[in-house]
C-alpha cells in the first residue's frame, strides 16, 4: 500500500513541474529569444521610435484567462509581433520625450542573469545582498558620505522619496509615531520644494499621512531654481504660528527644463534651522560621475538623504530606483520591524544582519542590484560620467539650432540636458500640441509637451547614450515640417529623415 501511495505521489510531482520537458528545445528557442533581443537593439535605428497600437493588436489583450496551456514559441511570437513593436521607445536615441535612459545590452543580460537566480533580496545570508550592500558603498563614496550611511534600491525615486519623507517624519516625531500614529505633532509637520519640484514629493506628503497642504511649493527665480530667501521667510512664518518645519526638499535636476537647485544654500538653512533636507535627484545626481558636470551638484554631500534613479542617466534598465540617507541608524528605525519569521541568526541562512527589509517596505525584492552592478563594473564611472556629459552637449547643440532658426523660440534656460522650445505660431500653443503628436505618431522622434510660463513647450530630453547629432536634426527637421504644415505657413525645404521618406 505504501509503495502504491509513494508511486502516486511521485508521478503527481513529476507531472506538476514546470521546468521544460525538452531542454535541448527549450535551449534553442532561448537562444533564439537573446539573438533577435540583441538584434533589436544593434538595429534600433531601423525602426519607428514609437508607433500607435492599432485596434487589432489592442483587442487581442482583452482575451479571456488563459486555461489551457500553450507552447512557448507561440508565445513568444505573440510578443514579438503584438507587444514589442508598440514599446515606449525610450531604447530608440530618437527617443527625447521624457527622462527615460536607453539601457544597454549589458543591463539586459544581466537581468536575464538575475532572473535565472530568482533571488528575494529582502535579507537573509546571500551574496546578492552582499552585491547591493557594494552598490551602496560606492554610492556613499560617490556621494561623500560619511560611514555609516544607509542606501538601499527601490523600483524608483517616486518610492524614494516617499520614503526619504518617512524617514524624515520618524526622525522628527520620534519612532514611537510609527506605533500610535503622527498625533497631534504631526499635524503640524511641514515641508518645502519649489514649484518646480516634481508632483512625486506632493504625492509621498499624501501617502505618508502629513496631507497635501503641508507642503509649502515656494516660488523659483529666473532660472527656476528654488528662492532660497522666500523658503527662509516661509520657515519663519510657518514657526511664528505653530506650525513644526521638518523636511526640505531640493531638486538636483527638475522635471521641466533640469535646474539645480543651490545645494548650498539649502544645507546651509536646514542646518541652521534644524531641518532634514532631502535632494531629489531622478536623473541629476548622477552629474556626479562626470568631472565636468559634478560642480554643480555643490552641496549635494551634505544632504541628509539623496533619491536618484539608475534607470535614467545612469542607463540601467528599468527599474532600479535608489535611496541614499546619511544616518543609516535612522534609516533603520523608519522601517524595521520585528517579526518571529523574520528572526536573525548568528549563523546559517538566516545571518547577516541588518537586511535590507530593515530599510524599506518591502520584504520580497528583486535582484535590481545585478544590473547595477554590471553596469557600474563594465563601462566604469569614467565612461557613464562622459556618457552623460555628452548627453548635455547635445542640448547645448539644440539649443543653437532653436536660436539660429526664426521659426522657433527658445523657451527656459539649457541647464543640463533638457530644452524646451516651440514652433513660432498663431494659437502656438495648439500648433505645438498637434506638432508634437504628429511627430510622435510618424516615428520620426518622440519629445513631449509641457507648459512654461503659461506657453506650451515642446520638450526634450536627452538621456539616451545612443543619441548623437543626427537625432537632434531629425527632430528640428520634423518641428519644422509638422509646424509648416499647421500653421500654413507653406512648404518648408528640408532634407526628410531616413523613417519619414520610408
Not at 536575464?112 to 552582499?130: K, Q, S, V, Y
Not at 501617502?207 to 519663519?236: K, M
Not at 538566516?350 to 535582484?367: E, K, T, Y
Not at 509637451?449 to 537632434?472: E, P, Q, Y
Request: with cysteine; glycine share 8%.
Amino acid at each position: 500500500m505504501n509503495e502504491i501511495v509513494r508511486n502516486d505521489v511521485n508521478t503527481a510531482v513529476e507531472s506538476a513541474s514546470l521546468d521544460p520537458q525538452d531542454w535541448s528545445a527549450f535551449r534553442a528557442l532561448a537562444h533564439r529569444m537573446l539573438d533577435e533581443t540583441i538584434d533589436s537593439i544593434a538595429n534600433v535605428r531601423e525602426r519607428p521610435v514609437w508607433q500607435p497600437i492599432p485596434d487589432r493588436v489592442r483587442a487581442e489583450f482583452r482575451a479571456d484567462v488563459p486555461r489551457a496551456a500553450a507552447e512557448l514559441g507561440d508565445v513568444y511570437r505573440e510578443f514579438s509581433e503584438n507587444i514589442a513593436p508598440y514599446a515606449t521607445g525610450n531604447v530608440h536615441p530618437g527617443f527625447m520625450g521624457w527622462v527615460h535612459g536607453g539601457g544597454t545590452a549589458v543591463g539586459m543580460v544581466a537581468e536575464m542573469l538575475a532572473a535565472g537566480l530568482n533571488a528575494n533580496l529582502g535579507g537573509r545570508d546571500h551574496m546578492p545582498i552582499e552585491v547591493e550592500r557594494q552598490i551602496v558603498e560606492w554610492m556613499r563614496q560617490l556621494f561623500g558620505f560619511p560611514q555609516g550611511a544607509s542606501g538601499i534600491l527601490v523600483t524608483g525615486t517616486s518610492m524614494a522619496n516617499l520614503m526619504a519623507v518617512l524617514v524624515a517624519r520618524s526622525s522628527a516625531l520620534g519612532t514611537l509615531a510609527r506605533q500610535h500614529g503622527i498625533g497631534n505633532d504631526g499635524a503640524l509637520l511641514t515641508a518645502y520644494t519649489s514649484k518646480a519640484a516634481h508632483g512625486c514629493i506632493s504625492r509621498a506628503m499624501d501617502i505618508a499621512g502629513l496631507g497635501t497642504d503641508a507642503l509649502r511649493r515656494i516660488d523659483i527665480d529666473a532660472d527656476h531654481r528654488i528662492d532660497v530667501a522666500a523658503l527662509r521667510a516661509q520657515i519663519a512664518i510657518d514657526r511664528e504660528v505653530g506650525f513644526k518645519p521638518f523636511l526640505v526638499v531640493a531638486s538636483a535636476g527638475t522635471v521641466d527644463i533640469g535646474a539645480i537647485d543651490d545645494l548650498e544654500a539649502l544645507a546651509a538653512l536646514c542646518r541652521e534651522e534644524q531641518i532634514w533636507f532631502h535632494v531629489d535627484g531622478a536623473f541629476g545626481a548622477l552629474a556626479v560621475l562626470s568631472d565636468e558636470l559634478a560642480p554643480l551638484l555643490a552641496g549635494i554631500e551634505l544632504a541628509d538623504s539623496i533619491a536618484l534613479d539608475f534607470h535614467k542617466w545612469g542607463q540601467v534598465p528599468y527599474d532600479a530606483g535608489f535611496l541614499l540617507v546619511r544616518d543609516g541608524e535612522r534609516h533603520r528605525q523608519a522601517f524595521a520591524q520585528p517579526a518571529a519569521y523574520l528572526r536573525r541568526e548568528a549563523r546559517g541562512l538566516a545571518a547577516g544582519s541588518h537586511w535590507p527589509c530593515d530599510f524599506g517596505p518591502d520584504l520580497s525584492r528583486g535582484f535590481r542590484a545585478l544590473k547595477t552592478w554590471f553596469t557600474l563594473k563594465t563601462f566604469g564611472t569614467e565612461r557613464l560620467g562622459a556618457a552623460i556629459a555628452r548627453t548635455c552637449a547635445l542640448a547645448k547643440y539644440l539649443e543653437a539650432r532653436v536660436v539660429a532658426e526664426p521659426k522657433l523660440e527658445l523657451l527656459a534656460p539649457v541647464n543640463l540636458n533638457i530644452v524646451c522650445f516651440r514652433y513660432r505660431a498663431d494659437d502656438a500653443d495648439g500648433i505645438n500640441g498637434e506638432i508634437v503628436a504628429d511627430i510622435q505618431e510618424s516615428g520620426i522622434a518622440a519629445p513631449s509637451s509641457t507648459t512654461l510660463d503659461g506657453k506650451l513647450a515642446i520638450r526634450a530630453a536627452i538621456v539616451n547614450h545612443r543619441t548623437d547629432a543626427s537625432d537632434i536634426d531629425a527632430l528640428v527637421s520634423a518641428v519644422l515640417e509638422f509646424g509648416a504644415r499647421r500653421s500654413g505657413d507653406g512648404v518648408v525645404e528640408i532634407a526628410a529623415p531616413p523613417l519619414a521618406a520610408q
